[in-house]
């Protein structure tokens, strides 16, 4: 285990399953307009932190379960008649709220949370590998499983029933594979920034896919440039790595965006 | 007569308060192409998101046969910008399907050489057959087109109905559309159904456009709104409806 036994070597193989399991999700996040929807569950993502430092619990299935209430939530809100923009913005800021506000009631515990607000990938366990790279399989396996009905489901929901498809089981499926993802890439990136991970690289992928596969693959190489690429920049300049992995994934949507817009004027 | 493919019986389907169909009685049986016309508002698409199995009913029920294949043709079906799709990726959803199976099916359709083309670089004439063509996909028994005209001129519409006409004929399969364009699809259809949050009157199209329901709806120019006005006071109600004011019995095949 003496590869493991290097904090960058776990850091990298860390970022890599979060980025390989975030690309065709966030792909769907893209399709959907559900941008912010990873954010809310981030947030909530903060709760769960704080109740589970708190009280003594386990962090990842307390942030599990905070992800998966909240988007529960969210999803009964808008099925009463409110806009999901204002669903998300109302549960978005209050469970981060209530987070901050539940972290300084539970003493002890504001060094612990700042870790959680930003990753510390430098950090990762082969413990916490083994959990990330199990929830990123388990994603992996549910989105690929699903993807016919899923993507019939985001088309429109009504040539999906008529395909014998409930479009509201896909949505289910997806939700819980963002809770997922939510929960297991906590420490790589941090609540802050998980969000970011799901939309930059599917956004970046656009411009170079025909195909819902292609964008899907695109992404995933480009989440693992990003990971890799801002791993390596934290090394040599001494930068925080979760905000330098999406600095990177940010240069590399300029230049296929920059690639697309070419191409299309040629 | 064989049992129908698919049929509503007393189907009523409220939404939000709102009572949207009530009592509609309707039997499609094999290769028959039937005609949903009627005012905005009148219910026609819930019926067919109904008959999809889309939206359930608040009472009554709709019969399928079993294993019936069904091919649909939305409204309307907006793709995001986001969402990489060539027209032949879209036909292989959700079951994968062959270059040459794809090709076939875009051939009946009138749809050959859009296959590599990006489905949100289509025109609305394209976007219409390459709708049709995946509805085709699995040989349906039955073919349901929601306003499948819209947004084509005169002669794309005529040219989409006859492409219809011939789809049934090459298929055989029963054809239930809803539409604007009654002229044109009262030529095409074998049976027309009126209809206003209840079924005002069916029949041929020679009954239908006869039937005093059927003009009164469709009365022209300024004195629609008065047809529209005497329409509801020349019926007889003879049953409770609650508060929504344009109801009425249907004239005939009430009760199926």
């Avoid at chain 1, 539940?102 to 990938?121: E, H, P, S």
């Avoid at chain 1, 959990?131 to 985001?154: D, E, F, K, N, Q």
């Avoid at chain 1, 920034?193 to 939309?199: D, E, N």
């Avoid at chain 2, 489905?119 to 219409?128: A, E, K, R, Y």
Wanted: contains cysteine; hydrophobic residues 50%.
């Amino acid at each position: 285990m003496s590869f493991l036994d290097d904090f960058l070597a776990r850091a990298a193989l860390a970022g890599l399953g979060v980025a390989l399991a975030a690309a065709p999700l966030g792909c769907f996040v893209v399709w959907r307009r559900m941008a912010y929807f990873g954010e809310a569950t981030a947030h909530a993502a903060v709760l769960g932190v704080a109740f589970a430092l708190g009280l003594g619990f386990a962090v990842m299935p307390a942030v599990l379960i905070a992800a998966l209430l909240m988007a529960l939530l969210v999803t009964a809100m808008t099925g009463r008649g409110f806009a999901m923009d204002t669903a998300l913005g109302v549960m978005s800021h209050t469970a981060l709220a209530a987070g901050l506000v539940a972290v300084t009631l539970l003493a002890d515990v504001r060094l612990d949370l700042m870790a959680y607000l930003f990753g510390d990938i430098l950090a990762v366990t082969s413990g916490d590998l083994a959990v990330i790279w199990g929830g990123a399989a388990l994603v992996l396996g549910l989105t690929l499983w699903r993807w016919p009905a899923l993507l019939l489901s985001t088309l429109n929901p009504d040539l999906a029933r008529a395909s014998d498809i409930d479009p509201r089981r896909e949505e289910m499926v997806l939700t819980l594979a963002l809770a997922v993802v939510v929960a297991v890439a906590i420490k790589v990136v941090g609540v802050l920034l998980i969000a970011s991970l799901l939309v930059i690289p599917p956004a970046a992928a656009r411009p170079l896919s025909h195909t819902p596969e292609q964008m899907a693959l695109t992404a995933a190489g480009l989440g693992a440039c990003a990971t890799l690429g801002g791993l390596w920049a934290a090394f040599s300049f001494d930068t925080p790595t979760g905000p330098s992995i999406v600095c990177t994934a940010a240069l590399l949507f300029l230049l296929t965006t920059v690639l697309g817009q070419l191409r299309r004027n040629r | 007569m064989s049992a129908p493919l698919i049929a509503a019986r007393d189907l009523t389907i409220r939404r939000g308060g709102h009572t949207i169909l009530e009592h509609v009685d309707v039997e499609i049986a094999a290769g028959e192409i039937v005609t949903i016309v009627g005012p905005n508002g009148s219910g026609k698409s819930t019926f067919l998101k109904a008959l999809i199995g889309a939206l359930k009913p608040s009472s009554g029920s709709i019969e399928r046969l079993p294993g019936l294949r069904i091919g649909y043709v939305p409204q309307k079906l907006a793709i995001d910008q986001s969402l990489p799709l060539t027209v032949r990726r879209f036909l292989g959803l959700p079951r994968r399907i062959g270059r040459r199976e794809a090709d076939a099916l875009l051939a009946r359709a009138g749809a050959d050489h859009l296959a590599d083309r990006q489905m949100v670089d289509l025109s609305g004439g394209q976007f219409q057959r390459v709708l049709l063509a995946r509805a085709l996909l699995e040989t349906p028994q039955l073919l349901l087109l929601d306003e499948a005209t819209q947004g084509l001129d005169q002669p794309g519409s005529a040219a989409f109905y006859r492409r219809i006409e011939e789809v049934r004929s090459e298929l055989g399969c029963a054809v239930v559309m809803v539409s604007h364009d009654l002229h044109v699809v009262m030529a095409a259809s074998d049976r027309v159904v009126c209809l206003n949050g209840h079924i005002c009157c069916q029949g041929t199209p020679e009954i239908v456009a006869d039937a005093p329901e059927y003009r009164a709806l469709f009365g022209s120019g300024t004195k629609g709104t008065l047809a529209l006005y005497r329409h509801e006071h020349s019926h007889d109600h003879d049953h409770d409806h609650g508060s929504d004011p344009h109801h009425h019995l249907a004239h005939e095949d009430h009760g199926g």
